[in-house]
């Protein structure tokens, strides 16, 4: 499959199919992360995940899979794929922010790899606590 190019207004309304909690990213924020360096953008048809590295860290910034395409291993592929990616760029760990009450993002992260090291209270919401993840690339 050739590599598929999304426009950040493609990036936000993917995005806002996704997200209510927290807000869904405008295209002006997705066109401001996509012009920052180190930024990794992997897309599929129905899904896109982007992150960035930095030196010898990196961090999944949001991953988007539409609705319809949920659970046929697309979040999956991507997830991968990234972190092949921060391997190649030089990247020794990687981090995300992940909902504590998203259980199949949750689930996702564990079966690819990623171990909780953290909570942020009220990250998202009062009341509503973000995971830190953390996957040692070269484990």
């Known amino acids: 499959m050739g590599r598929i190019i999304m426009t950040p207004q493609q990036l936000a309304a993917l995005h806002a199919s996704c997200f209510t909690m927290p807000r869904p990213w405008s295209a002006a924020e997705f066109a401001s992360l996509l012009s920052a360096p180190g930024v990794v953008l992997l897309a599929r048809p129905q899904a896109f995940l982007l992150g960035r590295v930095a030196g010898d860290e990196a961090e999944l ?4 899979v539409a609705p319809p395409a949920r659970r046929t291993g697309e979040a999956r592929a991507l997830v991968r794929r990234f972190l092949a990616e921060c391997t190649a760029r030089g990247a020794a760990v990687a981090f995300l922010e992940v909902a504590a009450d ?15 090291a953290g909570q942020r209270r009220n990250y998202y ?3 509503l606590a973000a995971l830190v993840m953390r996957h040692g690339l070269g484990d």
């Open 61 to 64: 910034l949001t991953l988007a």
């Open 102 to 116: 998203n259980a199949a993002a949750i689930g996702l992260y564990r079966a690819t790899g990623w171990q909780q």
């Open 125 to 127: 919401a009062p009341g």
